[in-house]
C-alpha cells in the first residue's frame, strides 16, 4: 500500500497517533515542535499524575529515560514508547542502588527520599519519591527523629534541607550538568542589565546555594511556567534548562524571558525530534518494560508520593 503524503510533519504525527490511538506527552524541556504535537506537556509530577489517570493504551513519552520507566511503574498494563532509548539522565546516573544498601545498613531507621530523577532500580531501593515540586513536602511529612538520605541531587537537597531546618537530612553529591552550568556572576550580570526582571530558578541549579539570596521564586518547572503567566512582571531571568522557555514566550508574547544561561542545554531531552517520534508510531519502538518486581517495589514510594503532594 503506497504510503500517505502529509503536507508537514505534524500531520503525518497527528494522523499515526489516530491510526494507533496512541498518545504523545512530553516534558517541559522537549523541543517546541514536539511540545505543538503533544497531548499533554509538564513537570515531572504532572507527568506522573497523568501517567496514573490517563486511559491511553499506547503513549509516546517525550523526556529521558526514567520519566518513561516512571509512567510504565504507575500504568504497567500501557504500552510506554520512548523515540530514542539513548536519552537518559546524567544526574539518574550518579547513583546506583547499591550505594542505597549501604547508607540503609548503616541506618537502619533511616528514611531513603529519592528524587523523581533515578532508575527504577533505585527508586526500588527508596521509601519516599519525590520531584523539584514537592521535594519540600515530602520532607516535612516524614517524622522529626528519622534520618533521611536524599538522593542524589545535592543541589534541591540542600534547597530542601534549608527551608525545613531539618539537621539529620544526609545528601548525596549527584548534580545536574546542564543545571550546574548556571553561574552566580552571570545572573549579576543580568540583573544588572535587567533590573525590573524577576529573577525564577529550579532548585537543581549548581549555584542555587549561593543565588538563593536574591531568587524571586525557587520552583518546578511548571510552578515557572505558571508563574510567569500568573505575575505581572513584564521580564524574567529563567534559571533552568532552556527548553522552558518555549511556552513561557508562547503563553506571554509581551513579556521578555532572558536565560540565565544559554549553555543550560539537556544533549539528552533534545535527543527527541518529530522524525523519531513519526518512526516511534509507525513501529510502535521503543519500549520501556520495567521488570515486575522491580516494579512492584519501585511503585511504592511514587505512590506515597503522589498521595503527600
Ligand atoms: P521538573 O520536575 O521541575 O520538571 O524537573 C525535571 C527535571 O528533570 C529537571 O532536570
Known sequence: MAKAIYDNIQEEVLALKRERRAVLVAHNYQIGEIQEAADFVGDSLNLARWARKSDAEVVVFCGVHFMAETASILSPEKKILVPDLEAGCSLADMIRPEDVRRWKIEHPRG??????????????????????????????????????????????????????????????????????????????????????????????????????????????????????????????????????????????????????????????????????????LENLQYEVRVPKEIAERALQPIERMIAIS
Not at 519519591?129 to 522529626?144: G, L
Not at 543545571?179 to 545572573?187: A, K
Open 111 to 280: 528514611v531513603v527520599v529519592a528524587y523523581v530523577n533515578t532508575s527504577a532500580v533505585v527508586k526500588a531501593e527508596a521509601d519516599y519519591c519525590c520531584t523539584s515540586a514537592n521535594a519540600e513536602k515530602v520532607v516535612r511529612a516524614i517524622p522529626e527523629d528519622r534520618e533521611i538520605f536524599f538522593i542524589p541531587d545535592f543541589y534541591l537537597g540542600s534547597y530542601v534541607k534549608a527551608k525545613t531546618g531539618r539537621e539529620n537530612l544526609y545528601l548525596w553529591r549527584g548534580y545536574c550538568p546542564s543545571h550546574v552550568l548556571i553561574q552566580t556572576e552571570e545572573i549579576r550580570r543580568l540583573r544588572s542589565e535587567h533590573p525590573r526582571a524577576e529573577f525564577i530558578m529550579h532548585p537543581e541549579c549548581g549555584c542555587l546555594t549561593k543565588s538563593i539570596q536574591f531568587a524571586d521564586q525557587v520552583l518546578s518547572t511548571e510552578g515557572m511556567i505558571r508563574y510567569a503567566k500568573e505575575s505581572p512582571s513584564e521580564e524574567f531571568i529563567v534559571a533552568t534548562e532552556t527548553g522552558v522557555l518555549y511556552r513561557m514566550r508562547k503563553d506571554n508574547p509581551s513579556k521578555r524571558f532572558y536565560p540565565a544561561s544559554e549553555q543550560a542545554h539537556c544533549n539528552y531531552m533534545k535527543m527527541n525530534t518529530l522524525e523519531k517520534v513519526v518512526e516511534s
